[in-house]
Each structure stands twice: as C-alpha cells, then as structure tokens.
C-alpha cells in the first residue's frame, strides 16, 4: 500500500417488514452521507373521493382515424 487510507462506504438498510419497505436507510462514504426513512405513515384506507374521476370527465369511443380531441 501506498498509504492512502482505503476508500470504504457503507449502506444501513432498516426494513419494516408489516410493510415491505425499507424504514430507514443510510449511505455513507468518503464524499457522501445521505438518510433517508419514513416518517408521519398513515396507514388508515385513503378516502374513496381521491380515486372518483371529476364530474365532467368522460370516456368516448374513437373511430380509427378519428382525431382525438
């Protein structure tokens, strides 16, 4: 060796199994440090209004060749 301390990065993963996800994960290396985790999770059904298409939405039948508009 020539004296130059070796290049070592490290990664730290922390999963949360109940929801196949990664909870926390590390990254850390000679230029680089970064975390990243789930935070404020709520896992209660999402209100069924976000999934409702707009009232004036519609879904029309193109002819081929027919322009869409």
Not at 2 to 21: M, T
Not at 39 to 46: A, M, T, V
């Amino acid at each position: 060796m020539d004296g130059q301390p070796s290049i070592i990065g490290v990664q730290d993963h922390w999963v949360a199994r109940g929801l196949g996800l990664f909870g926390l994960e590390k990254s850390s290396g000679p230029d680089l440090e970064s975390t990243a985790k789930i935070r404020n999770l709520d896992r209660h059904e999402p209100d069924p209004a976000l999934f409702t298409p707009p009232a004036d939405y519609a879904i029309r039948d193109l002819n081929p060749g027919e322009p869409a508009q």
